[in-house]
Protein backbone atom coordinates (compact mmCIF):
# COMPACT_ATOMS: atom_id res chain seq x y z
CA UNK A 1 0.00 0.00 0.00
CA UNK A 2 1.09 3.12 -0.91
CA UNK A 3 0.74 6.70 1.38
CA UNK A 4 1.94 9.76 1.16
CA UNK A 5 2.16 10.64 5.09
CA UNK A 6 3.96 7.31 5.90
CA UNK A 7 6.20 7.94 2.92
CA UNK A 8 7.16 11.40 3.92
CA UNK A 9 7.28 10.16 7.51
CA UNK A 10 4.46 12.59 8.70
CA UNK A 11 2.27 9.88 10.01
CA UNK A 12 3.31 6.53 11.94
CA UNK A 13 -0.21 4.97 13.16
CA UNK A 14 -0.92 2.28 10.54
CA UNK A 15 2.35 0.59 11.34
CA UNK A 16 1.86 -2.54 9.90
CA UNK A 17 1.80 0.00 6.17
CA UNK A 18 5.00 -1.65 5.22
CA UNK A 19 4.15 -5.24 5.28
CA UNK A 20 2.21 -6.92 1.87
CA UNK A 21 -1.37 -6.44 2.48
CA UNK A 22 -1.82 -9.86 2.02
CA UNK A 23 0.46 -10.48 4.65
CA UNK A 24 -0.80 -8.71 7.07
CA UNK A 25 -4.17 -10.20 6.55
CA UNK A 26 -2.92 -13.43 6.90
CA UNK A 27 -1.19 -12.54 10.44
CA UNK A 28 -4.69 -10.36 11.20
CA UNK A 29 -6.47 -13.97 10.53
CA UNK A 30 -4.35 -15.70 12.59
CA UNK A 31 -4.58 -13.38 15.52
CA UNK A 32 -8.35 -13.96 15.66
CA UNK A 33 -8.35 -17.38 15.29
CA UNK A 34 -5.74 -17.99 18.56
CA UNK A 35 -7.75 -14.84 20.23
CA UNK A 36 -10.87 -17.45 19.78
CA UNK A 37 -9.61 -20.25 20.01
CA UNK A 38 -10.84 -21.37 23.62
CA UNK A 39 -14.67 -20.80 22.52
CA UNK A 40 -13.42 -24.13 19.31
CA UNK A 41 -15.30 -21.81 16.47
CA UNK A 42 -16.44 -25.18 14.34
CA UNK A 43 -15.68 -23.29 11.03
CA UNK A 44 -13.78 -20.16 10.14
CA UNK A 45 -14.62 -18.33 6.80
CA UNK A 46 -11.78 -17.08 4.41
CA UNK A 47 -11.41 -13.24 6.07
CA UNK A 48 -13.14 -10.66 3.02
CA UNK A 49 -10.34 -8.00 1.64
CA UNK A 50 -10.86 -4.19 1.50
CA UNK A 51 -9.48 -1.85 -0.91
CA UNK A 52 -6.42 -0.91 -0.30
CA UNK A 53 -7.23 2.38 -0.05
CA UNK A 54 -9.69 4.56 1.56
CA UNK A 55 -11.31 1.98 3.84
CA UNK A 56 -12.51 2.83 6.84
CA UNK A 57 -10.53 3.63 10.82
CA UNK A 58 -13.01 1.92 12.86
CA UNK A 59 -15.31 -0.95 12.65
CA UNK A 60 -18.13 -2.95 14.65
CA UNK A 61 -18.03 -6.33 16.37
CA UNK A 62 -22.03 -8.22 15.21
CA UNK A 63 -23.29 -10.47 16.76
CA UNK A 64 -25.78 -13.31 15.27
CA UNK A 65 -26.95 -16.77 15.35
CA UNK A 66 -28.13 -18.16 18.84
CA UNK A 67 -26.66 -19.10 22.02
CA UNK A 68 -25.80 -22.53 20.68
CA UNK A 69 -24.52 -21.09 17.75
CA UNK A 70 -23.28 -17.75 17.51
CA UNK A 71 -22.06 -15.64 14.65
CA UNK A 72 -19.82 -13.39 15.12
CA UNK A 73 -18.30 -10.64 12.57
CA UNK A 74 -17.04 -7.10 12.13
CA UNK A 75 -19.22 -4.66 10.50
Request: one cysteine or more; charged letters at 15%; aromatic letters at 8%.
Amino acid sequence: MKCGYYDDARCRSCSELPQPYATQLAAKQASAEAALAPFAPHQWLPPVASAEAGFRNKAKMAIGGSVDAPTLGLI
